[in-house]
């Protein structure tokens, strides 16, 4: 088994540059803490889930956490950035939305939760402003902001740091040496610690030591999630059919991704195939001609049995693509994650997210006892995961 921290690489020469870039950090978030900078609370319940280090933490499956929690009661709307899409400006997500207009993530989160409102702008504040006064969004009732710890700009109700097991904190460096966005001390702001991608035996001294290790004030709530995978969905339907995880025991892997830490997804996958070869691109990457030369390649070299396997993220950009074999686009899924909270901790978790909705919504209706809007349990043994689609709608 891996250990915490294990994925860190410290790039020594880089560290001048790394103190002062965390100088310029620590700079401008003390001008944010006395006031120079102003940050800005909204009426409408706001929640941030975000990291302090460069990527691969696990976003996006807490976000849906956040939506499947919330959404069969409330008017749920998630605001990110949208990196690397063509768009500018404000963008609400409709029937019309491509994945080029808002980026991967959103496009991924709009295909899954069609009854949620889905928009990207890269200035926060403007952006919940549109989300809570444009006509087609203003019932809004919680704001998911997915990216958005150091946009200090926007005061959350709730602020959710995730931390990966594999990238403690505690062990990296600023940028560039290492991959931290601003000194480890901007943990302070977190309301809610997740330490995520835990391995599922982590041992309870284990616990007790990483607890120790982050060093939470009393008020900060500390909890510990690891990735759970679903059934393989594939990204032409008509040409292949959904299968189990456990289908792929006799199976060579190659293992497709355009994410920032592909190292969990290769370590989880390595026990439960034959063989696993990963094809790496940057984070967010658009697939070109080039590249999908290469993984048609890559692929008509491996052996038999053989299947392609990738990310949700990656499988809605690369839908659109062309150039594909036939005996590729017949062979490739994405493989959808969850989260599961450890140590039974999920109620614990979802109350307090409950009970600050409930205190600071608009809306009158959810004004009252915690015990009407519990939250269905998604992680139910009878649920059947939603099919995900990456066709343009």
């Known amino acids: 088994m891996r250990s915490e921290g294990d994925f860190i690489k410290i790039n020594e020469w880089l560290l001048p540059l790394s103190w002062i870039y965390g100088l310029v950090v620590t700079i401008r978030n003390w001008m944010f803490d006395i006031g120079i900078l102003k940050s800005r609370a909204y009426k409408v319940p706001v929640i941030s889930v975000g990291?302090?280090?460069?990527g691969g933490a696990g976003k996006t499956p807490h976000v849906e956490h956040l939506v499947r929690m919330l959404q069969d009661k409330i008017k749920v709307a998630v605001l990110s950035r949208g990196y690397k899409r063509k768009s500018k400006g404000y963008q609400l997500a409709d029937g019309d939305t491509s994945v080029s207009d808002i980026g991967d993530e959103p496009y991924q989160m709009m295909q899954k939760f069609p009854n949620i409102f889905v928009a990207v702008d890269k200035k926060r504040r403007r952006g919940i402003e549109r989300l809570t006064t444009d006509e087609a969004s203003r019932n809004v009732d919680v704001v998911l902001l997915d990216d958005a710890y150091q946009h200090r700009y926007v005061k959350p109700g709730i602020n959710i740091l995730l931390v990966d097991y594999h990238r403690l904190i505690i062990y990296d460096?600023?940028?560039?040496?290492?991959?931290?966005?601003e000194p480890m001390k901007g943990k302070r702001r977190a309301d809610i610690v997740i330490i995520t991608k835990c391995p599922k035996d982590l041992k309870p001294m284990e616990y007790r030591v990483l607890t120790k290790a982050m060093d939470l004030y009393p008020y900060q709530g500390l909890f510990f999630t690891t990735l759970e995978y679903e059934q393989l969905v594939p990204l032409f339907p008509d040409e292949s059919s959904e299968m189990k995880i456990e289908s792929i025991a006799s199976s060579n892997i190659l293992l497709l991704t355009g994410i920032a830490s592909?190292?969990?997804?290769?370590?989880?996958?390595?026990?439960?195939?034959k063989d696993i070869v990963p094809l790496s691109f940057s984070d967010h990457h658009y697939f070109r001609p080039k590249d999908i030369r290469r993984i048609n390649q890559c692929f008509e070299e491996m052996p038999q049995p053989r299947l392609i396997v990738t990310t949700e993220k990656d499988a809605s950009r690369l839908y659109q693509v062309e150039g594909l074999s036939p005996e590729v686009r017949s062979s490739i899924y994405a493989l959808p994650i969850r989260i599961k909270f450890m140590l039974d901790q999920e109620d614990n978790f979802n109350h307090k997210i409950l009970s600050y909705v409930q205190k600071n919504s608009r809306n009158s209706i959810l004004v009252k006892a915690k015990d009407d809007i519990k939250p269905k349990d998604s992680n139910h043994s009878g649920e059947r995961p939603r099919r995900i689609?990456?066709?343009?709608n």
Request: aromatic share 4%; charged share 30%.
């Open 262 to 273: 592909p190292q969990q997804m290769i370590e989880d996958l390595k026990p439960l195939c």
């Open 173 to 181: 460096k600023m940028l560039p040496a290492g991959r931290l966005r």
């Open 389 to 392: 689609s990456f066709r343009d």
């Open 51 to 54: 990291n302090i280090t460069v």
